[in-house]
Nanobody, 118 residues
Framework: QVQLVESGGGLVQAGGSLRLSCAAS????????MGWYRQAPGKQRELVAT???????NYADSVLGRFTISRDNAKNTVYLQMNSLKPEDTAVYYC????????????WGQGTQVTVSS
């Protein structure tokens, strides 16, 4: 089992910045993938960014150049630095952990609300 605890959401004006954190605990695999997904009201959950334990990153086109994902393997923690935020970034952001890139199923955090006002 893996537990994920997220923090860092909130309300910000358009153009502002926020930093999300997600700490994983439990049975952590060394080959894991951690990432962030988001779900806006009335929409499906979508990928924001992922990062492997080796540092390989993947971003959604909509956040490329504005968001940066990073991680501290010693702390089993993943971060999402969000800059130049737009109202369309408003959503609940969920942290995700998968034991390996070849495994589709994983664990989810409880979600943290990000609201960007215009």
């Amino acid at each position: 089992q893996v537990q994920l605890v997220e923090s860092g959401g909130g309300l910000v004006q358009a153009g502002g910045s926020l930093r999300l954190s997600c700490a994983a605990s439990g049975s952590i695999f060394s080959t894991n993938v951690m990432g962030w997904y988001r779900q806006a009201p009335g929409k499906q959950r979508e990928l924001v960014a992922t990062i492997t334990s080796g540092g390989w990153k993947n971003y959604a086109d909509s956040v490329l150049g504005r968001f940066t994902i990073s991680r501290d393997n010693a702390k089993n923690t993943v971060y999402l630095q969000m800059n130049s935020l737009k109202p369309e970034d408003t959503a609940v952001y969920y942290c995700n952990y998968r034991p390996s890139p070849s495994i589709d199923r994983g664990y989810w955090g409880q979600g943290t609300q990000v609201t960007v006002s215009s």
